[in-house]
C-alpha cells in the first residue's frame, strides 16, 4: 500500500529536524574553532565566524600534546575493535548455531553487563588491573574497553549469525567441507557487514570513552584524546572555549572518517539482516 502525499512529507519533515538536531552540536563547535576570541566572547554570537582564524587550532597543538595523545586513543580503540570482532565472531556463531545453557547464560551476561554503571566497577577493576601489572598503561586500557565492548558486540553479531541460512551450511557440509572450511568459507564472507559494524561500534566507542582513561592513566605520556581534552579547562572551571572548540572538533573526525568508509557495508548488512531466506 502507497504511503499518502501528506504523510511521506511528513516523515520526510521529520527525519530532517532529526538531522538538525543531530548536527547542530557539530555545526556549533565548527564556528566556534574558528572564531577569534573577539566573538567567541560577544553577546550575539554568530553561526559564521566574521573574521575566521586559524589561531584556535595552533594554540590548541601548542598548548597540548594532541598528537600524542590522538596516537594513544587510536591504539586503544583500534586494539579493542580487533580483538573485540576476534573473540565475540566465534562465540555468537557458537551459542547462535548450538543452544544451550552456556548461550543462554551469555544472553543474561549481555542483558546484565549493560545495566552496571562504570563507577560500580571501576574499583574491583583497578585492583584486577593492579595485580596483572597492567594499571597506567594502554595495554590494561584495551583490555577494559574489549570486556567492556563484548557484550554488545556477541548480541551484535549473534543477529547477524541467524540471518545467515543454516542451509548454505548444510549444503557445504553435503560437498565435503569440515566444520572449520565452512566456517571460513561460507559463512565468514557473509557476516562480513556485521563484523565491520561491530568493529566500529567498538572503535567508536573506545575513542570516546572517558572515564576508564581517567582513572586508569596517570601518566601524561599516555593520556588518551578525550582526558587530555580536559586540560582547556581551567582549575576554576573555566574553559579555553576557542583552543578547546578546535582540539574537539578535531578529535570527532577520525570517528566521522572511519564511518565514512565502512558506512556502506554497514548498510549493506543491515539490508542482509532484513532479507529472510
Known amino acids: 500500500m502507497r504511503t499518502p502525499a501528506p504523510a511521506r512529507a511528513a516523515q520526510y519533515l521529520a527525519l530532517l529536524a532529526y538531522l538538525v538536531f543531530l548536527a547542530f552540536p557539530f555545526l556549533w563547535l565548527l564556528s566556534t574553532a574558528f572564531k577569534p576570541p573577539r566573538e567567541l566572547g560577544s553577546a550575539h554570537p554568530t553561526w559564521i565566524p566574521e573574521d575566521p582564524t586559524l589561531d584556535n587550532f595552533r594554540q590548541a597543538f601548542d598548548e597540548q600534546p594532541l598528537l600524542r595523545a590522538g596516537a594513544n586513543s587510536l591504539l586503544a580503540a583500534s586494539g579493542a575493535a580487533v580483538l573485540a570482532v576476534l573473540i565475540a565472531t566465534p562465540l555468537a556463531y557458537v551459542t547462535t548455531r548450538y543452544r544451550s545453557r552456556l548461550g543462554r547464560a551469555l544472553t543474561g551476561w549481555v542483558v546484565v553487563s549493560q545495566a552496571f554503571p562504570f563507577v560500580l566497577v571501576i574499583i574491583p577493576?583497578?585492583?584486577?588491573?593492579?595485580?596483572?601489572?597492567?594499571?597506567?598503561?594502554?595495554p590494561g586500557l584495551v583490555l577494559v574497553y574489549v570486556v567492556w565492548a563484548l557484550p554488545f558486540a556477541l548480541w551484535m553479531l549473534a543477529g547477524y549469525v541467524r540471518a545467515v541460512p543454516a542451509e548454505l551450511e548444510e549444503a557445504a557440509a553435503v560437498d565435503g567441507a569440515g566444520r572449520l572450511r565452512t566456517l571460513v568459507s561460507v559463512t565468514a564472507p557473509l557476516l562480513a557487514p556485521g563484523i565491520v559494524a561491530t568493529a566500529l561500534f567498538a572503535f567508536v566507542t573506545a575513542w570516546n570513552e572517558f572515564f576508564f582513561a581517567l582513572v586508569l592513566l596517570k601518566t601524561p605520556e599516555k593520556q588518551t584524546l578525550p582526558v587530555v581534552l580536559t586540560h582547556f579547562i581551567g582549575a576554576e572551571g573555566v574553559a579555553d572555549l576557542g583552543p578547546l572548540a578546535a582540539a574537539a572538533f578535531l578529535a570527532t573526525l577520525p570517528s566521522?572518517?572511519?564511518?565514512?568508509?565502512?558506512?556502506?557495508?554497514?548498510?549493506?548488512?543491515?539490508?542482509?539482516?532484513?532479507?529472510?531466506?
Open 125 to 138: 577493576l583497578f585492583l584486577v588491573l593492579k595485580n596483572l601489572r597492567l594499571i597506567d598503561s594502554v
Open 256 to 277: 566521522l572518517v572511519v564511518f565514512a568508509i565502512v558506512q556502506r557495508r554497514i548498510t549493506g548488512g543491515m539490508l542482509a539482516g532484513a532479507v529472510k531466506s
